[in-house]
């Protein structure tokens, strides 16, 4: 029986792992209607505590036409932070970029990037030192100059990242 429309995630999960999976997904539906809201996925204590919460939940509704996700399109999302060992069907770029394209348009403007950059450090940092970050980011990763970063713009950046280690999540034992 095949539970997702891409055959592929059947090859990055076992049975036993969907198992496990449904099991998780089941405890976290609340309203036992099959399928999460938004406010399920926010009870999750480590996701709650992520700065970027609200995007990472965010990459579960965005297929949804609905405000509710039900177990494939779940797994399909959790299958973009699992590691995968073809670099070009990685899907972590795509989903990384779309974490800082706040507004959809493909790609990531100055204003974007220091969105991202205060939901991450807070008032750790001025505002002064979080705007030469945002600007020293765009300056070194946009290989167009147009003062924005594109998506082949991040993903060039990112071949000198192990974007995979740093965006895996351990969602099984």
Do not use: W
């Not at 990531?108 to 220091?114: G, Y």
């Amino acid at each position: 029986m095949v539970l997702f429309g891409d055959t592929r995630m059947l090859q990055i999960v076992t049975p036993n792992q969907i198992e496990r999976l449904y099991s998780r997904f089941t405890s976290l539906d609340r309203g036992d209607c099959g399928t999460l809201s938004r406010d399920d996925f926010l009870r999750i204590p480590e996701l709650a505590i992520n700065p970027l919460c609200e995007r990472i939940v965010h990459a579960f509704f965005e297929e949804s036409t609905e405000d509710r996700v039900n177990f494939r399109q779940f797994m399909n999302v959790l299958a973009h932070f699992r590691p995968i060992n073809n670099k070009k069907e990685n899907k972590l770029n795509s989903l990384a970029f779309k974490m800082y394209d706040l507004d959809d348009d493909g790609v990531i403007s100055r204003d974007e990037l220091l969105s991202i950059l205060h939901m991450m450090v807070g008032a750790n940092i001025s505002q002064d030192q979080l705007i030469s970050i945002a600007e020293r980011t765009i300056l070194e990763a946009d290989l167009c100059c147009q003062g924005k970063i594109s998506f082949e713009d991040f993903c060039k950046a990112l071949e000198r990242t192990d974007v995979e280690q740093k965006m895996s999540i351990r969602f099984l034992n």
